[in-house]
């Protein structure tokens, strides 16, 4: 959710960067407290409540497929995939993020979407050796002082 | 059998044309990133394999022989690694290759005209071979190795090649030097803007516009409609249009004056004005110079135009993707169709003429269904056809006596499994034809076989896919050779001995692997099965060889039927529907308790029409959550598939509905959901989805479980 805090770390950032085309659009969400950011180029649209169809055999954070207008898409619960817990709603909410990654569409759970941010690629730092959460290929300290993880979707794609 | 041969000659133009253009987009890509991936040159090489191979097969010989050396060409970069190419040679060099490459394409699409046009190919392609020689010498002293064998021979062609193409260099300038094509009194020669693109069709749209003004003109090139090379031809030389009066060309000046893009233009008069003869000279003229492309086209044109419709015939080509999106909106039409007519507030309501529309309405969506759905079929001879001709001439070639039978041609498939099933097809036949049957008749009756091998195609249509076996009674594969020479090839994944026999027959599908020692004209570089696998699994379908020493091999295909409205019976786990297809269920009833049997290992049977079948619970096998598990609340479903019958144990049955299979996403295919009973996915009426099963891999499932 932009708010006035948001809007001027961005434009903090874009003072900052030395070439405009570093900066990147990146979709911000939230999942199991932690921010995650991703390629927003890879975003095709943010779906609400809309029904899972459970697949059986496919692994456990795969939640099953839907319907979007016609197309089957499969969803990735990002926090199953990253081996948090499930985030359980009581009343069955739940927000989807709907990526084109090279042609494969594929929809991932979040707990809540944010904000879209500016974000200069030159300034994201490699994960730590400690990372061993291969989803994450990256961290950027905001302006605000806040920092976030971005998401590799190539490696989401891999399955 | 005339028939036939165009049906094939079309299908190799089109195939070898759409071939062409992927490989222009190969290359311009690669050319864009300044160097090849393993991926770009695999493909090419596939490319040019596969058009040697058609080619070879509709006896093209000139296009063969260019596509043998170009492949020859990428044989090499591959074998000595794309890497070290990229490396070891300079960026003229590289720069070099792609123009050789481009010139060969357009060498091969000149000749694919000339097929289409019906005019000999050219014989002397010398010239062609001589520059991939020269080039393919190169790259061989870059990389240290002693001369290609080939290229000595070909050595002596030289001068006299260079010769004729020095020749042919003159007649061209001659051509392009001759002030004016005809006897007009007046011309006008028009250039376009630099870079405005589309010269010939730009022209094109000048001449329609002058022809409102003045019938009687000229103008050159002549097939600037069709032929897009002549773009390049006014970009030098201008746009020439030759007219009887003044007046014409005042006219004509006008009109020139309100188009766009036009850079200059020149009045030119000529000095002798037309006397015998007016516009003949410049067509018969033409017509006599040498085969060489450029100056031979507009003449060929004119003539050929009558003919090229004759060979069209009826026949349209269509975007397969068109009729997909026709399809899935049929799809949608039934649905919405059946939620229209049995929306639960028109339940109670007694009303006679909706009921009525609503019958019309059905029976129209049914015939538009099955329309879409028989466009999209056609019978799978045509493929089969091809092979006859290429078992013929291999037989020919290699003093082979083989018989293929072809058993179910008639099958009809999907237009997108019949493209995709063209190549594999020929290329198991080749191998069969090559390494399968033995070398002799000799060999063949000290085994005790007939003298005469032969090699069975067979198609069948089984509920849910399409299987095509390809069948030889030759030598069978060697697992033991495979396995050396895989291990040579460096492409297993784990020790010797712990291959078992299946894993080995599938190592002959990886890139690069070749049984045969050799280079041949048929086979033997390891791009064969590769291609077969990649593109039978483009069309979701699965390879599998079986093979016996001595006895033969038999390649498999099974391709299921992707897209397909089926009658299916939906049903209720838990939460979750399936849909069965109907034509699987044999019944469905309610049981007692007291009917199951149960089994040493505690397995449930039960007894129908005096034979045992097992009961497997859907919710089992899934892992579902449901609140029936008591076998007397639930329904038994009796399916069979081939030679698998037993039933399944679900919640309740929802009611038959007529379905559009949609395959599942490709992403989730690495989960092994096709081996796991799940053929794809079908939405409702409501909008949601229902999954839809495959009571034959289901079957197998449950057996690994059980």
């Known amino acids: 959710m932009p708010n006035s805090n948001s809007a001027d770390s961005n434009t903090d950032i874009l003072e900052e960067s030395s070439s405009v085309d570093n900066i990147k659009k990146y979709l911000t969400f939230l999942s199991d407290n932690h921010v995650f950011a991703i390629d927003a180029s890879y975003v095709t649209e943010i779906i609400i409540n809309h029904t899972i169809t459970f697949l059986p055999i496919v692994p456990y954070y795969i939640k099953g497929i839907i319907n979007l ?4 898409i499969p969803i990735i619960d990002i926090r199953l995939k990253m081996g948090k817990p499930e985030n359980i709603k009581e009343d069955g909410s739940n927000c989807i993020v709907v990526l084109n990654i090279d042609s494969t569409m594929l929809g991932i759970m979040v707990d809540n979407v944010q904000q879209v941010l500016d974000i200069d690629k030159s300034k994201i730092s490699p994960p730590t050796v400690n990372n061993c959460e291969e989803l994450v290929n990256g961290m950027v300290t905001l302006a605000d002082g806040s920092t976030v993880l971005t998401i590799d979707c190539d490696v989401i794609k891999r399955t | 059998m005339d028939n036939g041969m165009d049906n094939m000659l079309d299908m190799y133009l089109f195939e070898t044309n759409s071939l062409l253009e992927q490989l222009d987009s190969i290359l311009l890509n690669a050319e864009k990133s300044k160097l090849f991936t393993v991926d770009d040159v695999n493909e090419i090489f596939r490319i040019m394999h596969t058009i040697k191979g058609s080619s070879a097969m509709m006896e093209f010989s000139s296009l063969m022989k260019i596509a043998h050396k170009t492949e020859d060409l990428f044989y090499i970069i591959r074998e000595k690694g794309v890497e070290t190419f990229d490396d070891v040679c300079s960026e003229a060099e590289h720069h070099e290759l792609f123009n050789l490459v481009f010139n060969t394409i357009d060498f091969m699409r000149s000749e694919i005209e000339k097929i289409e046009n019906d005019e000999p190919l050219t014989d002397n392609i010398d010239q062609e071979l001589e520059k991939i020689n020269n080039f393919i010498d190169k790259i061989n002293t870059h990389f240290g190795n002693a001369q290609n064998s080939d290229s000595t021979e070909k050595t002596a062609d030289e001068p006299a090649a260079e010769n004729s193409e020095k020749e042919q260099q003159n007649e061209q300038h001659k051509a392009s030097n001759e002030d004016l094509p005809d006897k007009s009194p007046f011309f006008l020669k028009v250039f376009f803007d630099d870079g405005c693109g589309m010269e010939n069709l730009r022209a094109f749209m000048l001449v329609t516009a002058i022809k409102d003004v003045c019938s009687d003109f000229t103008f050159y090139p002549k097939d600037i409609e069709t032929n897009s090379e002549t773009a390049h031809q006014i970009i ?39 006397k015998e003869e007016k516009i003949t000279p410049a067509d018969t003229v033409k017509k006599e110079e040498p085969t060489e492309k450029k100056t031979k086209k507009p003449a060929v044109n004119s003539s050929s135009s009558s003919h090229s419709s004759q060979n069209k015939q009826s026949l349209i080509s269509v975007n397969l993707s068109k009729l997909d999106s026709l399809m899935a909106i049929v799809g949608e039409i039934v649905i919405t169709e059946s939620m229209v007519t049995s929306c639960p507030e028109l339940a109670g309501l007694k009303l006679d003429s909706f009921t009525k529309s609503a019958r019309q309405l059905r029976k129209l969506t049914d015939e538009l269904q099955d329309i879409s759905m028989s466009i999209r079929m056609v019978p799978i001879s045509g493929v089969f056809q091809r092979m006859n001709r290429i078992v013929r001439d291999m037989g020919q070639k290699l003093n082979k006596d083989v018989e293929l039978v072809l058993v179910g041609e008639d099958t009809e498939v999907d237009k997108a499994i019949v493209d995709c099933i063209g190549d594999p097809i020929m290329h198991i036949v080749r191998n069969s034809m090559d390494h399968g049957i033995e070398e002799t008749a000799e060999e063949r009756i000290k085994l005790g076989k007939d003298p005469k091998g032969k090699i069975i195609l067979k198609a069948e249509h089984t509920g849910s896919e399409v299987i095509i076996s390809i069948t030889d009674d030759g030598k069978g594969m060697d697992t033991q050779a495979i396995l050396e020479k895989a291990a040579r090839n460096g492409i297993l994944t784990k020790p010797e001995s712990e291959y078992t026999k299946k894993e080995i027959l599938n190592l002959t599908l990886i890139p690069g692997f070749s049984t045969n020692e050799t280079v041949t004209e048929f086979s033997g570089r390891g791009v064969g099965m590769d291609v077969v696998k990649k593109n039978i699994e483009q069309v979701g379908g699965v390879v599998s060889i079986s093979s016996e020493i001595g006895e033969g091999t038999c390649t ?116 092994n959901i096709k081996n796991s009973g799940i053929a794809g996915c079908t939405i409702l009426g409501d909008g949601n989805i229902s999954i839809i099963l495959d009571v034959a891999n289901l079957y197998l499932k449950a057996q690994n479980i059980y």
């Open chain 1, 69 to 72: 207008r016609g197309q089957i």
């Open chain 2, 236 to 274: 030098d030389n201008g746009f020439l249009m030759g007219f009887n009066s003044k007046e014409d060309l005042d006219k004509s000046v006008a009109v020139l004056k309100g188009q766009s893009n036009i850079y200059t233009y020149e009045v030119i008069e000529n000095e002798q004005p037309a």
């Open chain 2, 556 to 671: 498999t295909l099974k391709i299921p039927l992707t897209m397909a409205i089926v009658d299916g019976m939906e049903i209720a786990v838990g939460k979750s529907i399936f849909t069965i297809p109907i034509h699987n269920i044999r019944q469905s009833f309610k049981i007692s308790a007291s009917e199951i049997i149960h089994n040493v290992d505690n397995s449930e049977v039960i007894k129908r029409m005096d034979e045992f079948y097992p009961v497997f619970r859907l919710h089992e096998l899934y892992g579902l959550q449901t609140d029936v598990t008591n076998i007397e609340d639930g329904i038994i479903i009796w399916v069979e598939a081939g030679d698998k019958s037993y039933c399944l144990f679900v919640d309740e049955l929802l009611g038959g509905q007529q379905v559009v299979v949609k395959p599942l996403p490709t992403y989730l295919n690495d989960f």
